[in-house]
């Protein structure tokens, strides 16, 4: 019931300030960085496939994730799964804050991101697929994710 409740607090949280129209864009937050990304290959072709890896923040104050997006995809989303009276459920996270020297892993079965309407009818294993992360700040962090059927050796 904790869990719930913590977890509907953080769907209420706002979805981030939109970024003044007058603005440069934003320079890349490079002390926020992806370790081991990768997209998982599904064994046929899926209109949906899923993306892991650790989200690294060694900037000296909190950050926080509040979009991802990719050239290959229409749509890119944070997800989360959980156990709720053993059913698995997924939902969609519009933040994930990462305090000082905090590593978000996204791995099978928790954190993820979702990837929706990819580009192509399939993905070659192997294949190097680029994601962008936004911060709240508007800053951007460019990834690289690789398909692959399993998680790299330090992955999970
Ligand atoms: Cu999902």
């Known amino acids: 019931m904790l869990t719930r409740t913590f977890l509907?607090?953080?769907a209420l949280l706002p979805f981030g300030q939109p970024a003044a129209q007058a603005a440069p864009p934003a320079p890349a937050a490079s002390?926020?960085?992806?370790?081991?990304g990768w997209i998982r290959l599904p064994?046929?072709?899926r209109p949906?496939?899923?993306?892991?890896g650790r989200i690294r923040n060694d900037c000296r104050d909190?950050?926080?994730?509040?979009?991802?997006?990719?050239p290959?995809?229409?749509?890119?989303?944070?997800?989360?799964?959980?156990?709720v009276d053993g059913v698995s459920r997924m939902r969609e996270l519009q933040r994930l804050p990462l305090a000082p020297g905090a590593e978000a892993a996204l791995r099978p079965g928790?954190?993820?991101l979702m990837l929706m309407r990819p580009d192509a009818a399939a993905f070659a294993e192997g294949e190097r697929v680029p994601l962008v992360l936004v911060l709240e700040d508007g800053?951007?962090?460019?990834?690289?994710?690789?398909?692959r059927p399993a998680a790299p050796p330090r992955g999970d």
Do not use: I, K, N
């Not at 002390?31 to 081991?36: K, L, M, P, R």
């Open 8 to 10: 509907l607090a953080l």
């Open 31 to 36: 002390c926020v960085s992806v370790e081991d």
């Open 43 to 45: 064994p046929a072709p």
């Open 48 to 52: 949906m496939l899923a993306g892991f």
């Open 62 to 70: 909190t950050q926080a994730v509040v979009a991802v997006r990719s």
């Open 72 to 83: 290959r995809f229409g749509e890119v989303s944070l997800h989360e799964t959980t156990v």
């Open 110 to 112: 928790g954190l993820h």
């Open 139 to 147: 800053a951007e962090v460019p990834a690289t994710f690789v398909v």
